[in-house]
């Protein structure tokens, strides 16, 4: 498919750190670096030097890894420039729609709050690649902590206009909490059902449940079918402005 080798590191409880490899030039970024001894570990043994990394979000659980990194690698540090002060070691703040070079390919950033105020996704557009953090889970979104449940509503639908085919790498292992709520609310749903199974059976396996294409998710994610006539019907909200079905939901899920 393309020039990029993408590893996920798996760390913590149930956080994905990501190494990216352009093949070409052997520069590898790195996103979110919750910790960074097994990063360091994953890139030394795969004899890749961390050139970049990339921060969605300042909570912990995405950047206490970065200064130990920068320091093993020389590695240089993007996020949101309104998070500047708040991302360790940070050197290039950015925001929507700049682009960011990693040898022969380039990484679109995506402001997309809600979880946080100045959350970004980044956009590996040409190799359909998208590195979503905390904003898009598979089965599930992020909680609010940072921005209103319109915002998080307009940033789920930014990435949903991504292609079809978008791989989608969130940050988190959350996949199999997500499946019980979202069959709570939408039970009849095949697609929702068939993927429940596949990610107990994954899960059983110790697998991984992500990335997941984007089209899966629009099928079976409940956050992202908010506007949907049929599933606003189910919920008894037909009539309702999407960012209101979400803002229902959103608050069930935090009462799951
Ligand atoms: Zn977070
Ligand atoms: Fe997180």
């Known amino acids: 498919m393309s ?9 913590l409880n149930d956080n994905y750190v990501y190494l990216i490899h352009d093949v070409q030039s052997g520069k590898t970024a790195c996103v979110d670096p919750a910790v960074a001894g097994p990063v360091i570990d994953a890139a030394n043994k795969l004899g890749w030097t961390i050139s970049h990394i990339l921060v969605t979000h300042p909570h912990y659980d995405h950047t ?3 200064p130990e990194i920068v320091e093993a690698f020389g590695s240089v540090v993007y996020g949101n420039r309104h998070d500047f002060g708040q991302i360790p070691k940070c050197d290039h703040g950015v925001l929507d729609g700049d682009l960011i070079e990693l040898g022969g390919t380039t990484a679109r950033v995506m402001e997309v709050p809600g979880h946080t105020k100045n959350h970004l996704a980044y956009s590996f557009d ?24 319109t915002q ?12 079809t085919q978008t791989q989608v790498y969130c940050a988190h292992e959350y996949t199999n909490a997500n499946a019980d709520f979202a069959l ?23 697998r991984s ?6 089209e899966q998710e629009v099928r079976t ?6 506007d949907i006539p049929a599933f606003k019907t189910m919920l008894g909200m037909a009539d309702r402005e999407a960012e209101e079905v979400f803002a229902e939901i959103r608050s069930r899920k935090d009462r799951f």
């Open 221 to 226: 994610n409940p956050f992202l079918r908010c």
């Open 209 to 214: 449940t992500v990335p997941s294409t984007l």
């Open 64 to 66: 206490d890894g970065i």
């Open 126 to 149: 040409a190799e359909n690649a998208v590195f979503v953090g905390d904003t898009l889970f598979s089965l599930g979104c992020g909680r609010l902590f940072g921005g209103s449940a």
């Open 152 to 163: 998080m509503w307009n940033s789920l639908k930014k990435l949903r206009d991504l292609p």
């Open 3 to 11: 020039g990029l080798d993408i590893r996920q590191v798996p760390v």
């Open 184 to 206: 709570s609310i939408d039970p009849d749903n095949a697609d929702l059902q068939a993927r429940a199974d596949e990610v107990i059976r994954l899960r059983e396996q110790g």
